[in-house]
Nanobody, 126 residues
Framework: QVQLVESGGELVQAGGSLRLSCAASGRTFSVYTMGWFRQAPGKERDFVAAINRSGSSTYYADSVKGRFTISRDNAKNTVYLQMNSLKPEDTAVYYC???????????????????WGQGTQVTVSS
C-alpha cells in the first residue's frame, strides 16, 4: 500500500519561505514522477510542480515559476517543495502525489496521478 505523508506547512508572512516534504513508502519511489498540487478554499485543485523520476527534469505552473523549486532524494524516498517569496494567494492545502505510470513522462494533470497524501496547510498572511 502506497503512503505519502506531507509535512512542513504552517503560517508564514508574505515574502517568507517554507519547505514542504513528502515521504513516500509502498512501492519503488525512484521510478515514478512526483508532483505537488494545491487547493485553496472554494477552488479546484491546481497543479504546482512535478519532477521526473531521476530529478533531471522539472515543470512548474506559471504562477510559481521562479519562486518554487521541486526536488527529490531517491535515497530517502522523499520529494520536496521549496517555496520562496510567498504571497497570500499561495494559501492552500498542498498535496503531493505519485504518478500512475512507472518510468513515464513528467505528469502535470491530476488524472495522471493515482496516490495522494493527506495534505498540509500553508497559510500566507499579508
Amino acid at each position: 500500500q502506497v503512503q505519502l505523508v506531507e509535512s512542513g506547512g504552517e503560517l508564514v508572512q508574505a515574502g517568507g519561505s517554507l519547505r514542504l516534504s513528502c515521504a513516500a513508502s509502498g512501492r519503488t519511489f525512484s521510478v515514478y514522477t512526483m508532483g505537488w498540487f494545491r487547493q485553496a478554499p472554494g477552488k479546484e485543485r491546481d497543479f504546482v510542480a512535478a519532477i521526473n523520476r531521476s530529478g533531471s527534469s522539472t515543470y512548474y505552473a506559471d504562477s510559481v515559476k521562479g519562486r518554487f523549486t521541486i526536488s527529490r532524494d531517491n535515497a530517502k524516498n522523499t520529494v520536496y517543495l521549496q517555496m520562496n517569496s510567498l504571497k497570500p494567494e499561495d494559501t492552500a492545502v498542498y498535496y503531493c502525489a505519485q504518478a500512475k505510470i512507472a518510468r513515464g513522462a513528467i505528469a502535470t494533470t491530476d488524472s495522471q496521478y493515482d496516490y495522494w497524501g493527506q495534505g498540509t496547510q500553508v497559510t500566507v498572511s499579508s
